[in-house]
């Protein structure tokens, strides 16, 4: 069968990618070695994934950071803060990111708001990469997929984190369902999913890609 040549390369780099154990290293290694150049993280929480991605992928041009950095009403989980304490992880994040000395500052664009209001600000088509590590309910992962799939360009990436379906966070928060909303979307839209082997908190990172295709 014929193969695409992006696509084969893709694949490469991301069996490679699955033997690196760090997370931050790991989808730096992809990036890099893919060329990403325009990308966007939902969910951005204290900047730590932004600062490790844009201080190693120097191809990356723009790097929006997408997060309401505030407490929200109808999510469920131990990270939803009071707004007192979402300033303090806001303005870490953007210590890590727009406001370092660093050259590659400059490429971070700060989108705050829900993933849900903030993507109408992103052309579709536009990136190459998105990397969602964000709400994690049924719910707020729909709305992620929804909104930021035609975000990416047909051949770029579309990856995350905890792709698992458990009560990640006990049984007094909502319980997460990364794995079967993404395996649900990825079936309906015949894409193929890669499970990239366990990141340093146990779960699994993920990535789809962006056209059909078969191996």
């Known amino acids: 069968m014929t193969i695409d040549v992006e696509a084969a390369k893709s694949k490469e780099v991301l069996e490679m990618g699955k033997k690196i154990k760090d997370r931050f290293k790991r989808w730096s290694f992809v990036f890099k070695e893919l060329g990403v150049k325009r990308a966007a993280e939902i969910g951005v929480w204290e900047g730590d994934f932004a600062h490790a991605v844009l201080s190693r992928v120097d191809s990356i041009e723009e790097y ?60 579709d088509g536009s990136l190459d990469m998105v990397y969602i590590d964000g709400d994690h309910t049924a719910r707020g992962t729909m709305i992620d997929l929804l909104k930021w799939f035609d975000k990416v360009r047909p051949g770029g990436l579309l990856c995350g984190d905890d792709f698992t379906d458990s009560f990640q966070h006990g049984k007094n928060f909502a319980p997460t369902f990364v794995k079967s909303v993404v395996s649900a979307f990825a079936e309906v839209h015949g894409l193929v999913v890669v499970e990239m082997g366990d990141a340093e908190d146990l779960h699994l990172s993920l990535w789809r890609q962006r056209y059909k295709n078969e191996y």
Do not use: C
């Open 64 to 123: 929006y950071l997408v997060d309401p950095w505030k407490h929200l009403q109808n999510w469920d989980k131990p990270f939803n803060k009071r707004d007192s304490e979402f300033n303090t992880v806001f303005i870490k994040a953007m210590k890590q990111s727009v406001e370092s000395n660093e050259p590659w500052a400059k490429k971070a664009k700060v989108l705050r708001g829900s993933s849900l209001d903030m993507a109408s600000k992103v052309k």
